[in-house]
């Protein structure tokens, strides 16, 4: 069996195991559902607005940029139309795992062809030495890759739109290399420099779960929750929540039903859903993701007692 490299949890093929839904793909789910379970702001979507992957390396991913919404809608109406921000939250790590987020101050576009052309652009990055438990932000126009040794969840506005401008002089079993996107990639990357990099998270107080903000921005906002008891998971009218099981086995209760969860599962949560319960039965560690209201979330995290200097070092606004 060939190794696998990623696994879509949300893609819009990916097949709903339970509910009234069950059998469909998310795709079509998503435009049957009420509005009342979309949410009164993230039901605004045509399409499924958030999606989750986990990702396995084995060797060095090529070197990469993704454009952001405005060029997307401008060039690749196409392919969708929606750039690509992206975080993510380090699951396992081997000793020595590292990664390429962001290029170093000062590199200019002309420094990154000529890295380009004598196989030195990795010299150019910003690199990070990863370890379980981190999360880091992408912004769309940052040139980036992922070194092996990792598993990564990745939460990111739904878009496959990625620029490859360096693999490593790869090729597949007919001698043929893949497709480079070098014109485009330095026409959306961001030279001066951007938010990306490695976040801090904000602790968010709890009598239930240990709970931290991990990243926000207008696509998405992730929550990592640290559960040893049973948590209330509370509804909120505007939107959904996605929850994805890190680690650790037990049961999600509400009002019509109970639901053994895995490590692995993402659960779709309706934003019109009664208080449900989160219910261990060891253990367990999720990502919970919504589609906020930046300016709501800000001054939600103001009334919390947070500073704004902590704020906007986990949220982009």
């Known amino acids: ?67 952001d919404d405005a060029f997307a809608g401008r060039f690749e109406e196409a392919a969708g139309g929606r750039g690509k921000t992206e975080m993510w939250h380090i699951v396992s790590a081997e000793p020595g795992a590292e990664l390429l987020l962001g290029l170093k101050p000062g590199v200019t576009q002309e420094d990154f062809v000529q890295g380009l052309a004598h196989e030195t652009v990795e010299d150019l990055f910003v690199r990070y030495a990863v370890r379980a438990g981190e999360t880091y932000f992408v912004q769309a126009g940052t040139q980036h890759a992922i070194l092996p040794g990792m598993v990564v969840c990745e939460i990111q506005e739904y878009s496959d739109l990625t620029y490859r401008v360096y693999d490593y002089g790869r090729v597949d079993a007919q001698g043929k290399s893949r497709e480079l996107h070098l014109e485009k990639a330095l026409q959306v990357t961001r030279f001066g420099g951007t938010r990306s990099g490695r976040i801090l998270p904000l602790p968010l107080h709890s009598p239930d779960a240990n709970k931290h903000l991990l990243a926000a921005c207008e696509y998405f906002a992730t929550e990592r929750w640290d559960c040893d008891r049973t948590t209330a998971l509370e509804n909120d009218a505007t939107e959904f929540q996605l929850i994805i099981i890190l680690s650790g086995r037990g049961e999600l209760h509400e009002a019509e039903a109970s639901h053994s969860y895995l490590p692995g599962q993402a659960w779709f949560l309706p934003a019109e859903l009664p208080i449900s319960l989160l219910h261990p039965n060891e253990p367990t560690s999720l990502l919970r993701v919504t589609v906020p209201d930046k300016n709501v979330l800000y001054s939600q995290l103001l009334r919390m007692g947070f500073d704004a200097q902590a704020i906007t070092r986990v949220l982009v606004m």
């Open 1 to 67: 069996m060939d190794p696998i490299g990623e696994a879509w949890l949300t893609a819009l093929d990916s097949r709903v195991a339970n509910g009234p839904f069950v059998g469909r793909s998310l795709g079509e789910s998503w435009r049957l559902m009420p509005a009342a379970w979309r949410g009164t702001r993230s039901g605004r979507h045509q399409n499924f607005p958030i999606l989750a992957k986990f990702l396995f390396p084995r060797e060095k991913l090529s070197i990469q940029v993704h454009p």
